[in-house]
């Protein structure tokens, strides 16, 4: 089992920065695949980025790309995304997830089987 708690969402003006953390623990040796996703009530949750740890290879949906940046700090277990430039239409539930054993990640969510509670990022104009 592996628990995913995530941190750093507030409310900001637009142009602000946020940083969200993401602490793993548990079993997390196979969680290989790591990312971000959002979710405003009523709409499907959506990809923010996607990573692969054991290479660092990165991945965003189109609205974020050149504004938000997913790391990995493999010592501590945890994942961040920081945040530049938002935007009213980033407000959203954001959330973290990991691909366990048999899940392979991607841009779906169907493609991770963990995931944290979430944590409120709300963007004003």
């Known amino acids: 089992q592996v628990r995913l708690v995530e941190s750093g969402g507030d409310s900001v003006q637009a142009g602000g920065s946020l940083r969200l953390s993401c602490a793993a623990s548990?079993?997390?040796?196979?969680?290989?695949?790591m990312a971000w996703f959002r979710q405003v009530a009523g709409k499907e949750r959506e990809r923010v980025a996607t990573?692969?740890?054991?290479?660092?290879?990165?991945s965003y949906g189109d609205s974020v790309k050149s504004r938000f940046i997913i790391s990995h700090n493999n010592a501590e277990n945890m994942l961040y995304l920081q945040m530049n430039s938002l935007k009213p239409e980033d407000t959203a539930m954001y959330y973290c997830?990991?691909?366990?054993?048999?899940?392979?990640?991607?841009?779906?969510?169907?493609?991770?089987?963990?995931w944290g509670q979430g944590t409120q990022v709300t963007v004003s104009s």
């Open positions: 548990g079993d997390t040796s196979n969680t290989d695949f």
């Open positions: 997830a990991a691909a366990g054993t048999g899940f392979y990640g991607g841009p779906a969510p169907r493609g991770y089987n963990y």
């Open positions: 990573i692969y740890i054991p290479i660092g290879s990165t």
